[in-house]
């Protein structure tokens, strides 16, 4: 079964510094996607990236960084100067081979202050 | 710029109703999902339909039930609502990557 473990619950920073959002994940498929998704206080979830199992580049866009590490079945997401609109859900989700059917992991809660 | 319609957004109710929670989307996509998010944030996958006249349950077990008459519509319902039900109710459509609405949370007194 695939499973996504967000162990950081809330973490909590002052804006301008960096966060790193943790991501653990278990699948026996050797084909599957990966993702982030923010979920603000409107409640919408927006995508923020998908990732196949076959492509371990990092990836930078803008202040975001993602860092998969398929040996150690982490993709973990780095903040970079982080500002008060960062302040949302952050959920890390798997997929099987099709991309569809998401299994989501519990989120962790970023907080930042100014 | 995700064009996938959720209405309504907030829901207070008294148990023993029926409610039906609409989902609508116009980008054509054939797969379309329910998801439950519980107040501890998790979401659970409870319904999905990959085409017209296709659905099955999610992961999660619901009493809710899912119709797909027509590609852009996928309304959820509860015939006889309970507390238990108290939720948010995330709807979502997609191919590569899903697009979510904004949720109906659904309150049931």
């Known amino acids: 079964a695939q499973k996504v473990t967000q162990a950081q619950t809330e973490i909590s920073v002052v804006e301008k510094e960096d966060v790193t959002l943790d991501c653990v994940y278990e699948?026996?498929?050797?084909?599957?996607?990966l993702f982030w998704y923010k979920q603000p206080p409107s409640g919408e979830l927006v995508f923020l990236i998908r990732?196949?199992?076959?492509?371990?580049q990092n990836e930078i866009s803008g202040r975001y960084s993602w860092n998969f590490q398929k040996s150690t079945s982490s993709f973990n997401f780095t903040i970079t100067a982080s500002q008060v609109v960062d302040s949302a859900v952050y959920f890390c989700?798997?997929?099987?081979?099709?991309?569809?059917?998401?299994?989501f992991g519990a989120g962790t809660i970023l907080r930042v202050k100014s | 710029e995700a064009d996938i319609y959720q209405t309504p957004r907030y829901l207070v109710i008294g148990t023993g109703k029926k409610i039906t929670l609409e989902c609508s989307q116009t980008m054509g996509h054939d797969k379309m999902y329910w998801y439950q998010q519980d107040p501890g944030m998790e979401l659970h996958l409870i319904h999905y339909s990959y085409g017209v006249n296709s659905t099955e349950k999610g992961d999660l077990s619901s009493e809710s039930t899912v119709s797909r008459i027509r590609t852009e519509h996928f309304p959820l319902t509860l015939e006889s609502a309970r507390p238990s039900h108290t939720s948010q109710y995330l709807c979502a459509s997609g191919q590569e990557k899903l697009f979510f609405g904004s949720g109906t949370q659904l309150s049931v007194l």
């Open positions: 699948t026996r498929d050797t084909t599957y996607y």
């Open positions: 989700a798997l997929s099987e081979w099709d991309g569809n059917k998401l299994v």
């Open positions: 990732r196949n199992s076959f492509d371990e």
